[in-house]
């Protein structure tokens, strides 16, 4: 917390420091309240730095306690925070000796050396180095790691650190140590310490080259029995990086630790990743298909971040993209041929797209819009971005789209043979995967593609085509655009690859490509690449009139206006080989009905049948897989909707609009709802794979439905059924399906469900995040009763700001995920709104900046929201104290 502005960090300022740190040895007397903290560094001035040039090392909340250099005491100041160390000896390499204090008891802001749960856990990135020990706390600066722990032996019975286990000992007193050794140098946001009674689950694996490894997952007592998943996910990773991308598993051993406390999902830390509970732990009885998919990712993510972030890391965190936009891509390919088959892939982009549009479209249409690469910033912990991330992952995609799976496994190849060991940049990466595919479109338009790391907003594309019958020809022109953004009002075109196909209109059969002036088709589906503000591209010899099936599998992260109308639509929506472009078309058909009812406030429509039985087709058509179909019949998100209306937006209005839809289709389907729950019914034991899931999300989809019609029908039977299924269910999906969807029609059997549930489930904190979680997000009336019941649960014994699983499942869930709920008009949310920012900020400022971020899009609200929500925004921002999240987040919303 200070007073006063923040200081704005650019990426033009980059200079490389004026000292190295090549090795680092740490020893750590560790206790709750007071951790002692020695460090020995050998320290080398850089080859262009002036003899005896000032040493400036970074520190965060420490005592300091003595500092040597070569054994001869130094002067030095400290200057907030930072240790200056005036006069350094003018040789070309020393070593510092630094000896401080820090509180790990005391670190609510779980960044640093922190307890949770009676053990020490630590978090690094980004610069929670510091909160640790003075040091070079930035990315570019790797060094080795010795490590020694001293701890009370009976409460941390467990010591770990990165690399391997070099030593460990009894101690006198009750104490006992462990000394690890990493050999790979690393950045200090890599480093981690786990001190803990922990227990394990081991695997040992022989890699393709014939090395040991062994890998653990380590969790508290009574933990055990869920982590068989995790250690699966584990092991399909490490061979699944070997097989596809021929990275092995450098070191000998390999660690996941589980922390009930944690801001994050989890952490790459160098052989010793840590993880939130929530992407560990899972059982049938206790996880979903969405919680054991999760685990699978997350597990995975930061297992391919020890090549793609580890090895190769970044030179500064302007460059975060660099490993965590390449990780993602990574992690989703791994789903995706985990998941098998090309229905199961689709499925897996569907759900992608589905998050892209929720969380990045909105912030890159915010005042949190910044480029994959972002030019300025002044707390790094805002930038862990749907744009950097996700945004990030589909500019890696798009590349490799445009030189296609075997091209852009050279450019990887590449890219780790020039800088494996090093701290390099966004471009230095691009720039691999273009010199790998030479007369590639990437290598020739690199500039064009560069500009999906500098521009910031959602790119819009418009095509329109015309198809002339005598003449066979079809004529389509793509046009790119952009809107301002924060610090860019213009944009420059950039490179967008649009997979495509022509469908026939009359029979959906795909046409034959033949663009004018090629010898002969190309398949019926190809990339066409756009780098111009306009450009045409004419089909020759094309048979029938052709519906365009435009950026298919979503090939770029851009608005598309094409121009089609419903009967084009439909076509797509049937036959479209592409299967992301037919759920994409019937998620268009469902948002034109919505926009069109929503000038005015009549009721919506009655459904046209046309709608009905496409709908119904898809439900019904045995050639479609389960997890598809669930995916086409699910609405686009309140979210979603209110984005595509981008201002003006009454969320009161979209709410309403879109339960009305959803009541028309419980009701007009209703007999296809009945056959689709019954017929999905998973009978053979519980699996948590792609398969068994989709079959589960359909069926509950389907009884989520049924209940809603039931209600508003006021017929007892399936409530009822509902209930029961809730009671006897042999997993988790099934049993939160059920009860959600009595939560999700407020049916008067929810609140003894809740009840029933809450009870069940004492004590097993994930499971008590859903039923948080659930009841934040809870489908209310609009007259509101969200708010109440939110401010009750937050008295409930069970409810703590201090655990970020707890206080993201219920505050996040209710400003975040349930705008009807949040969005009310005595502005009573956002006033609820600010008060918990103010609170969480005092306590963890990374998460109360999170929760800051629910308020990005006031702009787009129509009166009386807006006004009300600007003086929410505005009345946190003149808070007298203040962390730099959340005032950079606040000072931007009302910029
Ligand atoms: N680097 C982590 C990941 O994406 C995320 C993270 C960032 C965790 C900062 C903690 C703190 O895998
Ligand atoms: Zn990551």
Redesign the pocket.
Known sequence: MREGPATVIRREDYAAPAYWIRSVELTFDLDPAKTIVASRLTVERHADAAPGAPLVLHGDGLVLLRCLADGESVSFRQDDGLLVIDNPPDQPSFTLEIRNTCAPEKNTQLSGLYTSGGGFFT?C??EGFRRITYFLDRPDVMAVYTVTLRADKAKYPVLLSNGNLLEQADLPNGRHMAKWHDPFPKPSYLFALVAADLVCREQRITARNGKEHLLQVHVRRGDLDKTEHAMNALIASVAWDEARFGLPLDLERFMVVAVGD???????NKGLNIFNTKYVLASPATATDDDFAGIES?VA??YF?NWT?NRITCRDWFQLSL??GL?VYRDQEFSMDMAGSASARAVLRIDAVRNLRAVQFPEDAGPMAHPVRPDSYSEI?NF?TATV?EKGAEVVRMMATLVGRAGFRAGMDLYFQRHDGQAVTCDDFAQAIADANPGSALASHLGHFKQWYAQAGTPRLQARGSYNEAARRYTLTLRQSGAPSPGQPEKQPGLVPVLMGLVAADDGRALPLKLEGEAQATGTERVLVLTEAEQTFTFVNVEAPPVPSLLRGFSAPVTLDDGLDDAALLVLLQHDADAFNRWEAGQRLSLGRLLAALPGDADLPPLDDAYLQALRRVLRDDTLDPAFKDQVLQLPSEVYVAEVVGSEVNPQRIHRLREQLRGQLASALRDDWVWAFEAHQVREGYRPNAAQAGQRALANQALRMLVLDAVASGDTVWPGRAYQRFKDAGNMTDRFGALSALVDAQSPLAEPALARFHALFAGDDLVIDKWFNLQATANEPASGGGLQRVKALMQHADFSLKNPNRARALLSGFCRDNPAAFHRTDAAGYVFWADRVLELDAINPQLAARLARAMDRWRALAEPWRSAAREAVARVAAAPRLSDDVREIVTKALD
């Open positions: 978090q990135e980004a944690f801001n994050m999902g989890a952490m790459e997350v993510h930061e971040h972030g490993k965590e990780t912990n862990y991330y």
